[in-house]
């Protein structure tokens, strides 16, 4: 059962702008650590796509951009495209488990 | 190029064993914290256990405590993670990845990844 909550599912046209909220606690994200974002696109490995919050690899277009605010967290992609259709995960640190992360993972749909 | 390329997976009995290895390249393994994540069939993602570049440090998830093991042999460049007690609830791809040196102290758990070894525990 993890710690870090998402919604199963988010979906929207090509173009549009959608969002993926990641949910935490007073052990993780109010505790100062970081969020990082991972995208898994069917039968590969994650990737990473956002680090520390905000920063993108390179090679991550900047269509995709991460926050995060007290104990909670968001990453946007904007100008959705049928190549961004994967799983996204968040990450994170927390202290009570003493242990790396992961939440529960969206599914995103380009319509 | 960085590459990660795990091995050893298979299918085991429910209590039997196994050595996971992640062979790395492209990089100077000595340098870089590794971890361990597994994904169970249609399943999300969940830590493993962590290991510091120098081998002291060494963590793991409450679920695997006391039966797995990470170790690292740097002169052949490989990465292990020793499977004991198996359960069938340990049935997932595990993958071994790179903890990234541009972040400081706050890391993500990798910004590479292997393509991952399956592990099946089944009677």
């Known amino acids: 059962q993890s710690v870090l909550t998402q919604p199963p599912s988010v979906s929207g046209a090509p173009g549009q702008r959608v969002t993926i909220s990641c949910t935490g606690s007073?052990?993780?994200?109010?505790?100062?650590?970081?969020v990082h974002w991972y995208q898994q696109l069917p039968g590969t490995a994650p990737k990473l796509l956002i680090y520390?919050?905000?920063n993108r690899p390179s090679g991550v277009p900047d269509r995709f951009s991460g926050s995060k605010s007290g104990t909670s967290a968001s990453l946007a992609i904007s100008g959705l495209q049928a190549e961004d259709e994967a799983d996204y995960y968040c990450?994170?640190?927390?202290?009570?488990?003493?242990?790396?992360?992961f939440g529960t993972g969206t599914e995103v749909t380009v319509l | 190029e960085v590459q990660l390329v795990e091995s050893g997976g298979g299918l085991v009995q429910p209590g039997g064993a196994l050595r996971l290895s992640c062979t790395a390249s492209?990089?100077?393994?000595?340098?870089?914290?590794m971890h361990w994540v597994r994904q169970a069939p249609g399943k999300g993602l969940v830590w493993v256990s962590r290991?510091?570049?120098?081998?002291?440090?060494?963590t793991y998830a409450d679920s695997v405590k006391g039966r797995f093991t990470i170790s690292r042999d740097d002169a052949k460049n490989a990465l292990y993670l020793q499977l004991n007690s198996l359960r069938v609830e340990d049935t997932a791809t595990y993958y071994c990845?790179?903890?990234?040196?541009?972040?400081?102290?706050?890391?993500?758990?990798?910004?590479?990844w292997g393509q991952g070894t399956l592990v099946t525990v089944s009677s």
């Open positions: 990845t790179r903890r990234p040196s541009f972040c400081g102290s706050d890391c993500p758990t990798g910004d590479y």
């Open positions: 492209g990089f100077t393994l000595s340098d870089y914290w």
């Open positions: 290991i510091t570049n120098d081998g002291t440090g060494a």
């Open positions: 007073s052990s993780n994200f109010g505790a100062g650590f970081h």
């Open positions: 520390g919050n905000t």
């Open positions: 990450q994170s640190y927390d202290t009570s488990l003493s242990a790396y992360v």
